[in-house]
C-alpha cells in the first residue's frame, strides 16, 4: 500500500496551484432492492457512519397510501383514499396507470439518492475539514462563508477538491450494508421491528446496529481522511484505497501515523454511541412525519375529491419528507458528537488538511487528546461552545438544495402526471 501522507509536514507554508485532474465522490445512503416495485422503498440515510434505517413499525408495505393486495388497512386513518390511481374509478388504465406509479417511483427516489450522495457531497467535505481544523478562526456558521470558500477551493484547486472521497464513502455503505446483512443471517439479532415489537426485541436489533458500526468503524475512518484530505499533495489513489487502508488499520500496518493515533478500541464508543443515536432521533423523527402526514392527507382526501396525479404524489413524497426531515433532525441534534468523533478519528493520521480560513494553503492535523472526554473539555475551552460547530453553514446549504430538489421533481412530476391522464 503506498502512503498517501508525509511522513512529517513543516506548517503552513505549503501552497499549490491549481490541478487538472478530473474526479469524483459522494455520501454514503446506497439502498439495494429487489424489483422495480421496490424503488419507492429507496430512501437515502443521513451521510454519517451509515447503516440502513429499518426500525419500521410494521411489517413491509405497499407504497404510503396505497393499500397492497394481501393486508387490508386498519383504522380510519389507513382506508384507502378515494380516487386512488390503482383502483378502477376515473383514473389512468391499469396497465398505464402501474408503469406512471414505477416510473415516478423510481424517478423520484433516484433524485433523491442523487441529491444526498452527490449535489450535497462538496457540502459533506468542507463540514468535515471545517470540524477537524481546530486552528481555524473562522467558524462558517451560515452559508455565506461557506459559499465564498468553497468558491476558493474550487478556484485553487480544481472542481476536484469538492467531490473527494466520493467513491470511498459508497464503499462504507456496501461494507455496512453487507455487515448488517451477514450478521443478522447468522446471529437471531433482528433487521427489522415489527408491530408486535417489545424491550428484548429493540435492545437486539440495536445491538445488531451496534456491530456493524463497529465492523465498518475502520473503513469509514480511512473514507474520513480521504473526504478532508488536501488535493494539494494527495497522490492519485485507487477507488479501493479505503479498503486497504481499512484493514491496515486493524492490522496496523500501512499508512504512517503517528505516536498520537489513537486505537481502535478507544474509538469505538464515540463511534457506536453516535451511530446508534443517529439511528434512533431519525427513525424516531421518520415515524413522527409520516404520522402527521398521513393525517393530513387522509383528512383532506374526505374534504375533497383528489385527483389521480395527487394521490400518485401522496403515494411517495410522505416518506421522502420524512426522511428528510429526520436527516435534518439528527444532524443537527447530534453535530457537537459528530465534531469530537471526526477528531478522533483524525488524530494521528498524518493528514493535510486545507486551510479553512485562507482557501489556498494546507496545515497539518496535530491534536492531542486523550479521547472522547478530554477532546470535549478542550474544544470548549480552546475553541468555546461554538467551536462544536465549525462548518455548520454547510448543513444548511446541504438541506436547502435537498428540500429545493425534492420540490422542483415533485413539480415535474405533477406536470407529466397531469399530461399523461
Not at 130 to 150: D, E, G, K, S, W
Not at 239 to 266: A, D, Q
Request: charged share 15%.
Amino acid at each position: 500500500m503506498h502512503p498517501r501522507r508525509p511522513d512529517g509536514f513543516d506548517g503552513l507554508g505549503y501552497r499549490g496551484g491549481a490541478r487538472d485532474e478530473q474526479g469524483f465522490g459522494s455520501a454514503f445512503p446506497a439502498r439495494s432492492f429487489s424489483s422495480a416495485s421496490d424503488l419507492s422503498h429507496w430512501v437515502t440515510t443521513p451521510p454519517d457512519i451509515p447503516g440502513s434505517r429499518n426500525l419500521h413499525w410494521g411489517e413491509k408495505s405497499p407504497p404510503y397510501g396505497v393499500p397492497g393486495p394481501s393486508t387490508p388497512l386498519e383504522g380510519p386513518a389507513e382506508e384507502p383514499f378515494p380516487g386512488g390511481s390503482s383502483g378502477g374509478g376515473g383514473g389512468v388504465p391499469g396497465q398505464s396507470s402501474e408503469q406512471l406509479n414505477r416510473f415516478a417511483g423510481f424517478g423520484i427516489g433516484l433524485a433523491s439518492l442523487f441529491t444526498e450522495n452527490v449535489l450535497a457531497h462538496p457540502c459533506i467535505v468542507l463540514r468535515r475539514q471545517c470540524q477537524v481544523n481546530y486552528h481555524a478562526r473562522h467558524y462558517h456558521l451560515t452559508p455565506f462563508t461557506v459559499i465564498n470558500i468553497m468558491y476558493s477551493f474550487n478556484k485553487t484547486q480544481g472542481p476536484r477538491a469538492l467531490w473527494k472521497g466520493m467513491g470511498s464513502t459508497f464503499i462504507v455503505q456496501g461494507v455496512t450494508l453487507g455487515a448488517e446483512g451477514i450478521i443478522s443471517e447468522f446471529t437471531p439479532l433482528p433487521r427489522e421491528i415489527s408491530h408486535k415489537w417489545n424491550p428484548k426485541q429493540i435492545g437486539e436489533h440495536l445491538l445488531l446496529k451496534s456491530l456493524t458500526y463497529m465492523v465498518a468503524m475502520p473503513f469509514y475512518s480511512a473514507s474520513l481522511i480521504e473526504t478532508v484530505q488536501s488535493e494539494i499533495i494527495r497522490d492519485n489513489t485507487g477507488i479501493l484505497e479505503c479498503v486497504k487502508e481499512g484493514i491496515g488499520r486493524v492490522i496496523g500496518l500501512g499508512v504512517p501515523h503517528s505516536k498520537r493515533l489513537l486505537p481502535l478500541l478507544s474509538l469505538v464508543f464515540p463511534t457506536v454511541l453516535h451511530g446508534v443515536l443517529h439511528y434512533i432521533i431519525s427513525s424516531i423523527i421518520q415515524k413522527f412525519v409520516l404520522l402527521i402526514l398521513k393525517r393530513k392527507t387522509y383528512s383532506s382526501h374526505l374534504a375533497e375529491s383528489t385527483s389521480p396525479v395527487q394521490s400518485m404524489l401522496d403515494a411517495y413524497f410522505p416518506e421522502l419528507i420524512a426522511n428528510f426531515a429526520a436527516s435534518l433532525c439528527s444532524d443537527v441534534i447530534l453535530y457537537p458528537l459528530e465534531t469530537v468523533l471526526h477528531r478522533l478519528h483524525i488524530q494521528g493520521t498524518r493528514t493535510i488538511i486545507d486551510n479553512t480560513d485562507l482557501g489556498y494553503e494546507v496545515l497539518p492535523i496535530n491534536t492531542q487528546y486523550e479521547g472522547m472526554r478530554d477532546c470535549i473539555n478542550t474544544i470548549k475551552q480552546e475553541e468555546g461552545m461554538l467551536g462544536f460547530y465549525k462548518g455548520f453553514g454547510a448543513v444548511v446549504i446541504q438541506y436547502t438544495l435537498h428540500a429545493a430538489v425534492l420540490q422542483i421533481t415533485k413539480i415535474i412530476y405533477s406536470t407529466l402526471l397531469q399530461n399523461s391522464v
